[in-house]
């Protein structure tokens, strides 16, 4: 089923600045839907979750790095959603990443979830890089947006 007022064809952006790399897949369990039968909302935000830190790691952040090493992370300031198709029980999930471009301090990426080769969401997260020991925004570094772009390429 599609959404009312939705799109079969949104899309984040139509100039994407890279392609999309595959950053993670599910499938729908019972436990991920609500009373209306399809997959409540909050899932669709924990496979973004889940997909941003594929991400990060795809740009030499690891867990070890974010943790132990420069202690810098990408983290979420806004986001913008289209829920296209409802997903059901047992619908297996794959979510590709796009990076759509880089800031001095941000960036801004697409998570898109298919089903086979049909977009049933997608979400634009625009992406600050913090340093955790501050908790303050920091210019991104240039070896880590060459990072940002050769996964992409």
Not at 61 to 67: A, F, Y
Not at 100 to 119: A, R
Not at 126 to 150: C, G
Request: charged share 20%; net charge negative; proline share 3%.
């Amino acid at each position: 089923m599609v959404f009312p007022n939705s799109k079969q064809s949104q899309h984040c952006t139509d100039k994407n600045l890279t392609n999309y790399i595959n950053t993670h897949a599910f499938t729908v369990r019972p436990s991920d839907c609500d009373p209306l039968g399809h997959m409540n909302v909050a899932r669709y935000l924990d496979g973004c979750s889940d997909a941003g830190f594929t991400l990060q790691a795809a740009w030499s952040l690891t867990p070890e790095d974010i943790r132990d090493g420069r202690q810098l992370a990408f983290v979420v300031v806004n986001a913008n959603s289209n829920f296209i198709q409802e997903l059901r029980i047992g619908e297996h999930v794959q979510i590709r990443s796009e990076l759509i471009k880089i800031g001095t301090k941000s960036c801004t990426v697409c998570h898109h979830f298919f089903l086979g080769e049909v977009e049933v969401f997608n979400s634009t997260f625009t992406l600050v890089l913090m340093n955790l020991k501050t908790r303050q925004a920091e210019a991104i570094p240039d070896d880590l947006r060459a990072a940002l772009l050769a996964a992409h390429a």
